[in-house]
């Protein structure tokens, strides 16, 4: 068995050594974007290196469209592909009502999320919080899956 101690939290206050057989922690990600000469290019980036885009997935630059891990947060690769289509498309639609990608960072229920464990875990949508209230009001069921 593992224990462990909370270091610090955002609570502040002390906590009790959490006791389990195992952990799964993933430490996070970050944009690799040094030395690409992107500022001079125009393009603004954020503190941690992710490239500042807008709902369309424009940077700052006018030419310069940004998808994907360079963009922040969920950092996949099914995310990643939902906002290149995405950032295509307002790369080459004609007029915005042909085609809009807004809100492919805004909207984290517009495109797939996947956990790679074994077993898997996806989602896509609205989380259960917000499927239960209007406009919604869902009926939300929640439980473990066992697989065999």
């Given at each position: 068995?593992?224990?462990?101690?909370?270091?610090?939290?955002?609570?502040?206050?002390?906590?009790?050594?959490?006791?389990?057989?195992?952990?799964?922690?993933?430490?996070?990600?970050?944009?690799?974007?040094?030395?690409?000469?992107?500022?001079?290019?125009?393009?603004?980036?954020?503190?941690?290196?992710?490239?500042?885009?807008?709902?369309?997935?424009?940077?700052?630059?006018?030419?310069?469209?940004a998808a994907g891990d360079v963009v922040g947060?969920?950092?996949?690769?099914?995310?990643?592909?939902?906002?290149?289509?995405?950032?295509?498309?307002?790369?080459?639609?004609?007029?915005?009502?042909?085609?809009?990608?807004?809100?492919?960072?805004?909207?984290?229920?517009?495109?797939?999320?996947?956990?790679?464990?074994?077993?898997?875990?996806?989602?896509?949508?609205?989380?259960?919080?917000?499927?239960?209230v209007p406009p919604h009001s869902l009926e939300?069921?929640?439980?473990?899956?066992?697989?065999?």
């Amino acid at each position: 068995p593992l224990s462990l101690g909370l270091v610090a939290s955002r609570g502040g206050g002390a906590r009790p050594p959490l006791r389990c057989d195992m952990l799964f922690t993933a430490t996070g990600r970050r944009a690799v974007s040094d030395g690409l000469g992107l500022e001079a290019a125009g393009v603004a980036l954020a503190s941690n290196g992710d490239v500042v885009v807008g709902a369309d997935l424009q940077s700052r630059a006018s030419r310069v469209y940004a998808a994907g891990d360079v963009v922040g947060a969920p950092q996949l690769a099914s995310t990643g592909i939902a906002q290149a289509e995405g950032a295509v498309d307002a790369m080459f639609c004609a007029s915005s009502a042909d085609c809009a990608p807004s809100s492919l960072l805004a909207d984290a229920a517009r495109y797939p999320i996947g956990i790679w464990t074994v077993p898997e875990v996806a989602l896509v949508g609205l989380t259960a919080a917000k499927a239960r209230v209007p406009p919604h009001s869902l009926e939300v069921v929640e439980g473990i899956g066992r697989y065999s």
